[in-house]
């Protein structure tokens, strides 16, 4: 049983009377990652939040295939949120919320830490981890959860090269597990990596959704190719 | 979070400790006696308590308060025993119903004290013609203000010297009790009236001496009364009762002349000729 | 100069392990350790509540809230003897005049400080966490909880600072009590009475001895939280 398709139907949003999207439709189907592409401000965060769950569509529909799979995505934050509590507490945590009880919980969670090399971090307070160590615990968190649809928001902004590249070594061994990845990003160069889809919003309005290599072979609107010239970048 | 959990659980039960009740509460009875800040600060209950809980198990506890909240302590049935000094409105309590029948136990008297200074000149004077000195001259006078036995003696006083003192510069209101009173009255070098018994325990006086006493007008009559159980069902009436009893028996009318500080006598003891 | 006296005399009532004084130390913090612990247990969740609950009139009991903080002991106390009084609708309960009323009475004035410096510790905490939270899917519940987990070190100071308010109180405590010896005298209506008496050197030292009591206290809290901030990291 899958939630996939997720369906985005002519959804706009409004805050403080300002209108941040409007019109946005695409269909989001099981396979390799999409990435949400376009300059700042374009509006790739909220549609990321929308897409989750976390805000409501002033107008249009979100719909998920296999029902409202709450459970079945997450998202992980362009700063990673941690509790102050021990590496292996914050990923128990997840689970606990997800309604895993205690010992399968800690389990699992033991196993996710594993699973990335994180295993001598678990008993170290969160907050006091490097924020590549942080934002690797917060992959691992959303790892541990079992996501059918991983939502990323700029996951290596504030990060040095060399975290970013684990990071993004991470993305890559979800999307091979089977794992949905929807992405944003500023860094044209990850985008050409990862990417199989790409959503280019400008303006709050969503202009091409393409096969990533028809992206950057041949943008079809003038704003994507000022976005990919680097003209438009911020 | 079932650290968390446990936490508050320890809380929670400290906090039920708190509210349960303790061994000893039940193992002796105990009754409440609403009395004056006088009786209570001057050490007697400390001296007289003892001896009755040795001859009849049952332990007093008694709340201080002036003798107008005392009284109405007693109405609102949060005392068992009300033991004050304000004849007229012992007798008004009890006939409304809230006293039993109200037994005269012992007496002391007021004085009135002041700088050693005296300028009023008041020193040897009746109370009438002190107090007439005083408003004459305008010197300070402290007055409790605080609806209390002494207070009403006080205003009593004032009334037989045919002053009325109510709002004059000179005339200070305090709203305190007998200590506080003294405290202050040291402090404003002022005149005030205070029965001899906290006069005599008090320690604080500063400059201040009795300078008006002996005079018959300056008698201060207390009096016992048990609650009446009929207003109250909860009143303990039995244990109150012996309480009462007991205070006007020859053995605590012997603990009451026995109380002495500094050799000198508090209360003159007159269940049987009282007023 | 009554501060040497009151020195001497304060010596002599710890050395002489004066029963008396021990009797009102150990009632005192019977009541105010009690009085904290019940502020406690309905103080934290409900300033957890209120930094996470979103309704119609949060603000305004916010408000009251903060201005509860500053509510007149003496107040409180009035407010309490009538409930509690034989006469009052509390009456059957025979609190009055018990240590059960001067706890009550405390939890009462100390509630709101707790309540409100709760909120606001976490509301801190609250704005970082709220996204992930809800990506989460964590409770309501769980989420009051786990906020004041992480916050906990922050908390030991709100509380503390609740201590600080009911071990200090007096007014509630000598009209709801009565200042009965043996029963319901505590360190501050004890140090009442005998400045009523005139007797001001005890009366200093007995302020004191509150004074020292409640700087270990403090000083024992604050160690106690450094190292389990140390170990917990």
Redesign the interface.
């Known amino acids: 049983m899958t939630i996939l398709p997720l369906t985005v139907d002519g959804v706009a949003y409004e805050a403080g009377g300002r209108r941040l999207l409007s019109g946005v439709s695409f269909t989001l189907n099981a396979g390799a990652p999409t990435l949400i592409l376009g300059p700042n401000g374009a509006g790739k965060s909220l549609l990321l939040r929308l897409c989750?769950g976390?805000l409501t569509p002033t107008e249009g529909r979100i719909r998920w295939a296999g029902g409202d799979g709450?459970?079945r995505h997450?998202?992980v934050?362009q700063r990673p949120?941690m509790?102050?509590?021990?590496a292996l507490a914050n990923v128990t945590?997840?689970l606990?919320?997800?309604g895993v009880d205690g010992a399968n919980a800690r389990r699992a969670a033991a196993d996710a830490l594993d699973r990335f090399g994180m295993a001598d971090l678990a008993w170290?307070?969160a907050?006091?981890l490097s924020g590549g160590e942080q934002q690797r615990l917060a992959m691992a968190r959303a790892w541990a959860?079992r996501p059918e649809v991983l939502f990323l928001d700029e996951p290596t902004a504030f990060l040095d090269p060399g975290a970013a590249r684990i990071i993004e070594e991470m993305i890559a061994a979800f999307s091979a597990e089977g794992v949905k990845i929807v992405m944003t990003t500023h860094n044209l160069a990850q985008a050409r990596r990862l990417a199989q889809e790409v959503l280019f919003l400008h303006r709050g309005e969503l202009v091409e959704a393409e096969p990533a290599d028809a992206f950057f072979s041949g943008p079809k609107t003038e704003a994507a190719a000022a976005f990919l010239r680097g003209d438009l970048f911020w | 979070?079932d650290?968390?959990?446990r936490l508050?659980l320890l809380?929670?039960a400290?906090?039920a400790?708190?509210?349960a009740p303790k061994a000893a509460d039940t193992a002796t009875e105990t009754i409440?006696v609403a009395s004056t800040?006088s009786t209570e600060?001057s050490g007697l209950?400390?001296h007289i308590l003892p001896l009755f809980k040795a001859k009849t198990g049952i332990e007093v506890?008694?709340?201080?308060q002036g003798t107008g909240q005392a009284l109405d302590t007693g109405?609102?049935?949060?005392a068992d025993v009300v033991f004050v000094h304000a004849a007229a409105d012992e007798k008004k309590f009890v006939d409304e119903g809230f006293g039993v029948r109200r037994f005269p136990v012992m007496y002391n008297d007021f004085v009135i004290v002041g700088p050693k200074s005296d300028p009023a000149s008041a020193k040897g004077l009746s109370a009438a013609e002190g107090l007439k000195a005083i408003a004459a001259k305008g010197a300070t006078f402290a007055s409790r203000g605080d609806n209390s036995g002494t207070h009403k003696a006080e205003l009593a006083l004032w009334k037989a010297a045919g002053a009325d003192p109510k709002g004059q510069p000179w005339y200070r209101e305090l709203g305190?009790?007998?200590?506080?009173t003294?405290?202050a009255s040291a402090q404003l070098a002022a005149y005030t009236l205070t029965d001899r018994g906290t006069w005599i325990?008090?320690?604080?006086?500063g400059d201040l001496a009795i300078l008006v006493e002996g005079d018959k007008t300056l008698f201060n009559q207390y009096g016992v009364m048990l609650v009446n159980p009929q207003k109250?069902a909860?009143v303990k009436a039995k244990a109150g009762q012996a309480f009462v009893d007991w205070l006007i028996s020859d053995e605590g009318q012997a603990a009451i002349a026995s109380y002495k500080i500094s050799g000198e006598q508090l209360f003159f003891p007159n269940a049987k000729d009282g007023a | 100069m009554d501060a040497p006296t009151a020195f001497s005399t304060a010596f002599a009532l710890i050395l002489n392990g004066d029963a008396a004084l021990v009797d009102i130390l150990r009632l005192s913090a019977?009541?105010t350790?009690?009085?904290v612990?019940?502020a406690?247990?309905i103080g934290?969740p409900l300033g957890a509540a209120l930094a996470l609950a979103r309704f119609p009139g949060r603000g305004a009991v916010i408000v009251a809230l903060n201005a509860l903080m500053g509510l007149p002991p003496v107040v409180a106390g009035l407010a309490l003897y009538l409930l509690l009084?034989?006469?009052?609708p509390l009456?059957e309960l025979?609190w009055?005049?018990t240590?059960?009323a001067m706890?009550a009475a405390q939890a009462i004035l100390i509630i709101p400080i707790v309540a409100s410096l709760t909120r606001q510790t976490l509301d801190d905490l609250w704005r970082?966490?709220e996204?992930?939270?809800?990506?989460?899917?964590?409770?309501m519940g769980?989420a009051m909880?786990?906020l004041?987990?992480?916050?906990r070190f922050s908390l030991v100071t709100v509380i503390l600072a609740g201590l600080g308010r009911a071990s200090a109180e007096v007014g509630a405590v000598l009209i709801v009590g009565?200042?009965?010896?043996g029963?319901?005298r505590t360190m501050t209506t004890a140090i009442a009475?005998e400045?009523?008496?005139?007797?001001?050197p005890l009366a200093l030292g007995l302020g004191l001895i509150l004074i020292a009591v409640m700087v270990i206290l403090n000083g024992a809290t604050f160690a106690a939280a450094l190292w389990a901030r140390r170990v917990?990291?």
């Open positions: 989750h976390l709450r459970r997450a998202m934050f949120v509790l102050r509590r021990s945590f997840a606990r919320a997800a170290r307070p907050r006091v959860l | 979070m650290i968390t959990k508050f809380a929670a400290f906090a400790l708190g509210f409440v800040t600060q209950f400390g506890k008694v709340v201080a109405k609102r049935g949060d305190s009790g007998m200590g506080p003294l405290n325990s008090f320690k604080n006086r109250h909860h | 019977l009541v350790l009690s009085a612990a019940v406690a247990v934290l009084s034989r006469s009052g009456g025979g009055l005049f240590p059960k706890i970082e966490y996204e992930q939270f809800r990506s989460l899917g964590v409770s769980s909880a786990a004041l987990w992480d916050a009565g200042n009965i010896a029963h319901t009475l400045t009523s008496k005139g007797d001001l917990a990291g």
